[in-house]
């Protein structure tokens, strides 16, 4: 009798302790996630006060009817129909736009890539790298003047020169006023504008591969850099394209201020004219905030939806 009593004792002893246990484990673990969202909790509180207040206030103002100066008085999707159903120039922004990104995004994002892959195996690559990242550096309206020097639609422009003096063209060709070479022109800008900082991202992702992965394909069968390329830098190389793609991307949608400084405002035809040019004009000149809002919600979704696709392509299946 005395053994199965210290028996029992013994286990209700057991028991506690590992009650205890189990108690002190949890309050040592939960003192570890207090401690996380301590230290999460700054990032939070300027997220939510600069990015998910915003978006949601936006949404808010763009079903409404507000100018400023006097109350705002609900109009429901009113703003929205209006945009896609009545807005001409509208639905010209937004083709202006589709079309400027699906040329200068892609054409940047490939470009910056196979520059950093190129001056990556260069003997003298950090002089390369400064100056093919300097002109990221430059206001965009420096470089615009720059370029608005070579590409002057007078007989003064360099390209016009050169052209007239190699006998090429008869006349000048009016590169900021003709509505078929405005948005061309345009694209060469931002493209070589838009290099640098993809460029410098590249190359930081491109140094950090292991060497010894490229040793390990040789030996495995990878026989020159094309397949280096496709079978090692690519796989290694998905956090940081998935990041120029996105920059890429919101850099080419929110074109606004290189058409400015090029065409004028409004530019000739409206060929210049973009989704920002026409949110500027409503939100800014004719003080419409609930139609701009509108314009600047749709924007946010063409962002949004993109980003989202290029992180499914660019992530790995882990992720």
Excluded at 106 to 124: D, H, T
Excluded at 220 to 248: C, R
Excluded at 260 to 283: N, R, W
Aim: glycine content about 6%; aromatic content about 16%.
């Amino acid at each position: 009798m005395m053994t199965k009593g210290c028996a029992e004792m013994g286990s209700v002893l057991t028991g506690k302790t590992d009650s205890a246990l189990s108690i002190k484990f949890k309050m040592l673990q939960n003192k570890r996630y207090f401690e996380g969202y301590v230290m999460v909790l700054p990032f939070i509180l300027l997220f939510a006060v600069f990015v998910i207040i915003p978006v949601v206030w936006g949404l808010v103002l763009s079903l409404t009817h507000y100018n400023m100066m006097q109350t705002m008085l609900w109009a429901g999707f009113s703003n929205y129909i209006e945009l896609f159903l009545n807005d001409d120039l509208f639905i010209t922004a937004l083709r202006n736009t589709v079309w400027f990104a699906a040329i200068a995004g892609p054409i940047g994002f490939l470009a910056s890539f196979f520059f950093a892959w190129v001056i990556n195996q260069l003997k003298f690559r950090d002089a390369f790298s400064l100056a093919f990242y300097a002109p990221s550096i430059v206001s965009g309206i420096a470089i615009s003047i720059i370029w608005l020097y070579l590409f002057s639609s007078d007989r003064l422009g360099l390209v016009n020169s050169t052209l007239l003096d190699l006998g090429f063209i008869s006349e000048p060709m009016l590169w900021t006023m003709d509505p078929q070479l405005i948005m061309p022109l345009i694209i060469v800008i931002s493209v070589w504008m838009s290099l640098g900082t993809g460029f410098l991202t590249n190359l930081a992702g491109l140094s950090n591969i292991n060497i010894e992965l490229y040793e390990a394909g040789a030996i495995d069968g990878v026989k020159n850099k094309f397949q280096e390329l496709y079978y090692i830098t690519y796989p290694q190389m998905k956090p940081q394209l998935l990041f120029n793609a996105i920059m890429s991307t919101v850099a080419s949608l929110n074109v606004h201020e290189i058409a400015v400084t090029v065409a004028g405002f409004p530019s000739p035809d409206y060929s210049a004219h973009t989704l920002v040019g026409h949110m500027y004009d409503h939100g800014f000149i004719r003080f419409e905030l609930g139609y701009a809002s509108a314009i600047a919600f749709v924007l946010f979704l063409m962002n949004f939806l993109l980003g989202r696709l290029f992180m499914r392509l660019f992530s790995t299946k882990d992720e």
